[in-house]
């Protein structure tokens, strides 16, 4: 219990010290015009205000990711709360609020826009299609789990059919209204019941007794019932990203930063949000490792249930929380990944905007640019994903990977203290590389062999980054 009190509040005040840090180095200016306040349309730059903004930003970078990657990682023991203080902290929050303000600072732009002007034209035409396949891909597969749940709760009454159409339709309208007439509406709701939802475990835990494991030199040790296979290292950084770090976060906030009013919000929305998905991944983390009655029966929990989580989540949520947990687990496990998809298929419509520079006030150019996402989707959600998705956290972390070094170019470029984000992107770049080599679903090599060769090509992506922005410098001083 004291393990889990400390990590949150090692969370709150991470925000309050070093979120100012990190907003001072950047370097916000009040006084300097944001985007809605000169590009203004009524679609997708519409003011709103922050706390709107934050729940709307919460809801979209959250959905199931805190919650379901939580509990896959709590297999691995109270060491998955060092990741997700840590890792929230000093990597996805910075993560956050740098991508977030400079597309800010960049006209509202897309994060393939911003990668591509730091790493070159070559890599901005690889990062666009990259981050449109994903945001096809898990608005597809938001569809179908969900769905999938809503007809198990409806049968006899309307099938899989019935509620792959529904959610298909809500897709489409969520990505062509304007933002305030859907999201900017439920969003905030749905970001408020999803905090309550959290913090009614946490507090059901508490009072019930349940006994959260201690991170003390007895449990500090990989806890997964298959250590061998999953090594703490990389596996516990790929399985928890939402609540950690995550590069679909950078998708995401371009849509807030075309809302923001002023900078000075820009650590309440990116760098808060992504701190209280952290809180909601150190609850549920939590709770897995206690409510089963330890780290090793929830290993044989999940194991007995194929890794599926959301009969977790239902477990958990109607035992700590009674009838009204029933509708919060149907929250979470149906409502989440929906808000998760609708603003995937909007970003990608509004990457593919950036890149081809049509205006989107306009309903047809809307209806042109998503018409082809759509029938791409929906052709996704007749495969099974089975293996497909096992491949999806590993290239969210990619994409993490990919904008930290972005961000490094950036802080290097403006004489700012980039250390903050070199040595996280070092760090991913590690965790990356070593997975795609040791992981089940990778080149399952041996696990030294992995470490040895992972070790050698970061070495290498990081001499490539240095040695690229000292001869940028170099050329610029020519």
Known sequence: MITFILSVVALIVGYALYGKFVEKIFGVDKNRPTPVTFLEDGVDFVPMPWWRIF????????????????????????VAFLWIVFGCIFGGAVHDYLSGMLSVRMSGISSPEIIGKYLGKGFKIFIRGFTIALMVLVGAVFIMGPAQILANLTKGFFNLTFWSIVIFIYYILATLLPIDKIIGRIYPIFGIALLFMALGISFALILQGYKIP????????????????????????????????????????????????????????????????GIVALIWAAAAMSFFGGVEQLNNEMISNKGNAALVVNLISNTLLGKIGAVFAILGVVAAPITTGDTAFRSARLILADFMKIPQKRMR?????SLPLFFV???????????????M??????????????LFIYMFKAKKFYWIVLIPAIFMTGVVTTYILIAPEGFQLQNNLSYTLGGIITVLITMFFIFKVRRDRNLHLL
């Open 393 to 406: 956290a590993w290239s969210n972390q990619v994409l993490a990977a990919i904008m930290l070094w972005t």
């Open 365 to 369: 150019n809307r209806i042109l640019i």
């Open 55 to 78: 729940l709307i930003q919460f809801l979209n970078i959250a959905g199931l990711g805190p919650i379901f990657g939580a509990i896959a990682g709590a297999m691995w023991g109270p």
């Open 214 to 277: 201690e991170l003390i030199p007895a449990t500090f040790y990989n806890m997964n019932k298959n250590a061998s296979h999953f090594p703490i290292f990389p596996m516990l950084f790929v399985t928890i990203a939402c609540g950690a770090i995550s590069g679909f976060h950078s998708t995401q906030s371009p849509m807030m930063a075309r809302c923001i009013a002023n900078e000075k919000y820009g650590r309440r929305v990116f760098y808060g949000a992504m701190v209280a998905e």
């Open 377 to 391: 989707g929906f052709l996704l959600t007749q495969i099974n994903f089975g293996i497909i998705w096992r491949y």
